[in-house]
């Protein structure tokens, strides 16, 4: 494609697309940018040259003299961030290890930038590894815009941490961060982290991609094909372009970009009711096509329950594409590993699509916050693949609680004091153990441990409005919990502290009964650091169960129960006060058994003190 084409397509493309979707947001301002792309194969060498206009509408306060883009590929050379990161980790993530510091040169990432230019001026920059970092010639006001032209060449990686060729299964190209991608900048300023494998933040906009590669390769993407005559895979195409052919894809409204290449992919469509289209991408190995085939379907029952519970999909489409090194979300697609029983892939598929809702509509910063994507994902994939068992979907029996295997796994390992406060930063944690426990573990447990709060039915409510207030708004920690606060009636800035700043554990105790006026009388004690409110179920030797909620005084309120539920709520709980007595009204000899957190919703590390039996068997 030539430079003259290829400006005037960008012109042409801006002038249709751009509108400022994002500004005057009554809760903050947002950033905006558009993105032209221009991209060359070479799958000889396995390289491309590219060019890229970069608009950026600066919706912000402040005036920027200067512009900062993530160079991914350049993590892959040894000596890099993340390969130093990766070998000084004492448990390193076992795709990465020291795998990057054993590149050839013919192996390597890179991205050679070649010129960078504002309105025809040649412009200073500086490359930092994965940073590079633009002096403009006009500084961008408030309510301006700026324009910035990149000519550059890169060298593909063979695959090593989600993108990269020539993945374990086959796949030739997982384009995954292969593009010069602007830096967020938000109230907080610029964020130019390092790349070392972790999360990733952008600015929602606007993508025209233009990629011109070998006729015999099948493409896999975000966005919308604007070319489909170009034709479908899994059929012989005509050349358009000597031995090339370009594909032209658009994505609106997205803050990343990723596509995937094979000769060999097979693809499959599936018209959901609502109009979206589900897609599938995968080469026909006999012994997966079977949970290949089934996919589509099954991830539609999917949908329709996520977007019941958690919010509509925004989107016209959405492709699983079999690449990567595990599974790997993006704007509508996801990058999965193929090679997988239907239970496996179901469930890798579950959660990939998740993260659409949470890093893909929502869009935390994934780096200061990878609790609130990670762990909200994992959360809600527990409750959708508990509905598809139910559906008889996929193996496994319908589960009362489908969190209660995570809530014991955090609960033994916090008790070996191993743990990060959330609040650390994803690239910080001392541990990749840590970092999952706390991410996707504890990260789910917030919600789970909000349900107890607030009660099942409140707790939904407040999951649903947070992602209609707060989708396209890269919302912070105080965000949602102050959404959560407005929808229960609630206090919870104590919750947040304590969970998120903190690796202070929940245990409560019973300690002893005694009779008090022919009347039984309880002690309670919380031996954890961590105030929460507490229920109690008594059971009685005619097979009688009363219960009881003690809420705690922090929370200005308690947890709304179902009206058939008869529940006896007892005074708070103040916090500074490690014991409660608790009065029953019963006699001694009528009490079998009671037990502090009966259904075994709290996060309580050591339940062995949880329940006291008046006789034994």
Sequence with gaps: MTLRYAKTAFIIWLLSVHNPILNGQASSWQQEVAYFISVNMDVQKHQFSGIQYTTLYNHSPDTLDELHFHLYYNAFQPGSDMDVRSRQLPDPDPRVGARISQLKPHENGWVDVKAVRQEGHILDYSVSGTLLSVSLKRACLPGDSVRIELNFRSQIPIQIRRTGRNNREGIDYSMAQWYPKLCQYDKR???????????????????????????????????????????PCNKPLPLNSGNKRTWVIRAEKVHDFVWVADPDFVKADYHRSNGCILEA???????????????????????????????????????????????????????????????????????????????????????????????????????????????????????????????????KFAEQGEADPLCTHADHFKTNRAYGMGAYSKGALCLHQLSYLMGRKTFLQGMLRYYQQWKFKHPEPEDFFRTMEKTSGLELDWFDNYF????????????????????????????????????????????????????????????????????????????????YMLQLDCRPEDVAAICLNPERQLADTDPSNDCYFTHSE
């Design 189 to 231: 300023g610029w964020h130019t982290d390092p790349y070392i494998a972790r999360e990733f933040y952008g600015i929602f906009g606007n993508f025209q991609v233009q990629i011109e590669i070998d006729s015999s390769y099948c493409l896999a993407h975000t966005g919308i094909l604007q070319n489909p005559g170009i034709g």
């Design 281 to 411: 991408f995968y080469l026909s190995d006999p012994s997966f096509k079977s949970s290949w085939s089934q996919l589509l379907p099954i991830m539609d029952s999917a949908f329709r329950f996520i977007e019941a519970h958690y919010g509509e999909y925004p989107y016209p489409k959405y492709a699983f594409i079999q690449g990567g090194d595990g599974g790997m979300e993006y704007p509508m697609a996801t990058l999965i590993t193929g090679k997988r029983p239907l239970n496996s892939l179901v469930g890798v598929a579950t959660h990939e699509l998740l993260h659409s809702w949470y890093h893909g509509v929502v869009a935390t910063h994934e780096g200061m916050y990878p609790w609130m994507d990670e762990g909200f994902t994992s959360f809600v994939e527990s409750e959708t693949i508990n509905h598809l068992r139910g559906l008889r979907l996929v193996p496994g029996q319908l589960e009362d609680d489908p969190h209660r295997a995570n809530l014991e796994a955090f609960a």
């Design 500 to 579: 998120v700043h903190t690796t202070k554990r929940i245990d409560y105790a019973i300690d002893s009964l005694d009779e008090v006026n022919g009347s039984v009388r309880c002690h309670l004690s919380r031996r954890g650091e961590f105030p929460m409110p507490v229920e109690i179920l008594v059971l009685k030797n005619d097979g009688t169960a009363i219960r009881y909620y003690i809420p705690l005084n922090l929370m200005r309120g308690g947890k709304q129960f179902p009206k058939e539920s008869q529940v006896h709520t007892l005074t708070a709980w103040s916090w500074v006060n490690p014991h």
